[in-house]
Each structure stands twice: as C-alpha cells, then as structure tokens.
C-alpha cells in the first residue's frame, strides 16, 4: 500500500504541476504558446527531479504509516482501561462506542498533521491522503482494534486460567466420587454373595436335621 499511495501522489502532484504550467491561464486562456512552454518545463525540469523523489516518497508514506501506529497506540492508552472493580477491557470517563469513533478520527488528523508539518511536503493533500491510508491499510484504525484486541485478551487471561482450574479440580472430584461409588459396588456386591452362601449353609443345615432336600426348603 505505501508503494501504491508514493505512485499515486507522484502522478498527482505532475498533473497538478502540468495544470499550473500548461492549463488555463487567470484569465480563462488555452493558448498553444503556453501549453508548449509548460509542457518543456514539465518534460525537461520537473519530470527528472520527480522520478528521483519517487524513493523519498515512499520512505515518507512508510514513515507515516508508522506514525498512524504510534498514534494509534497513544490514543488506545488515553481512552482504554482495566476496570478496577470487574478487571475487564473498559473505555476510559464512560466514552460510547461512536463518540470514542469521532474522537478517533479527530485524533488521527491532528497527530498527522503535526507529524506532516515536520516531515511532510507543504503542497500535499494531507486530508485526500489520509483517506487513501485508511481506504488501502487503515494503520491507526488497525493498531487502535488490536491493541483492544490485546487487553482484552490480557485480561481475560486469569479468569480462562481460573477456569481451567476449576474444571481440572472438578475432573478430579468426579473422579473421585466415581471410585468411591465403584467401592461402595463392589463391597454390596461381596456382602450379597457371602449373603447368599450363608443362606445356602444354613438351609442344608437345616435339610440335614430335618431329613429333607434342599430344594423343597422355603425360606
């Protein structure tokens, strides 16, 4: 994107050259004489020194790309927090959603404007090239989502940790209550076989005294 925005504020700024060379004159005239001595001014002064800038303009369309992510992270830090009671992601004083948008758009124009006055070209658009930086990357936009991205994250980290806590703790009581139900089985399950062999003695016991089969004994 910033090799695309350097070309295209290249060609913007020779057809802006060209019009005051050879365009219209204050009195409203075409005249062939004038597009001529632009046209030669254009071709053989402005064109050459044009192409070299070409590499200077796109380190400038990289250093303000940085710029829009500083700006971005600034503008994060004053109006994005940690709650102190709850210890989520909260927007600083309140703000709503769409009055934090405005003051987003309004920071961002301003803190590039003051990084332009420095480093910037005087004759350039700052307002059309801001709306091409958001149209093609958006850097102030995208490090202001994802630094909120990021706190959210960080805070949401000891509660997912707290949770998985919880979750392994109830792994192991169920684990637990299962064992000591399978002991509770089994231990019935052993009382109700030597349950059912002491009948058994007992009732050929009693089929030994009475001279009788097991079988026609009722309990």
Known sequence: PGVERAREGLREDVTRVFTELAGRAGDGSWGR??????????LGEYLPV????LADRVGLEYGMEGALREGGESFHRLTAERGEVTGRERLRHGVEEE????????????????YHEVYGPSER????????????????????????????????????????GR?????????????????????????????????????????GAAE????????
């Open 33 to 42: 004489g004038r597009v001529a001595a632009g046209e030669a001014v254009l």
């Open 50 to 53: 044009a192409r070299r800038s």
């Open 99 to 114: 009055t934090r948008e405005r003051l987003a758009g309004e920071f961002r124009g301003e803190w590039m404007r003051r």
């Open 125 to 164: 658009d700052l307002d059309a090239w801001l709306a091409r930086e958001r149209d093609s990357g958006d850097a102030f936009g995208g490090t202001v989502r994802s630094e909120w991205e990021a706190l959210g994250e960080e805070v949401a980290r000891p509660f997912d940790a707290a949770g998985r």
């Open 167 to 207: 979750a392994e703790a109830d792994a192991v009581a169920a684990g637990e209550q299962a064992r000591r139900e399978n002991q509770e089985w089994r231990r019935r399950m052993a009382a109700n076989f030597q349950s059912f062999l002491g009948k058994g003695a007992v009732l050929e016991e009693l089929a």
């Open 212 to 219: 009788a089969r097991v079988g026609e004994i009722r309990s």
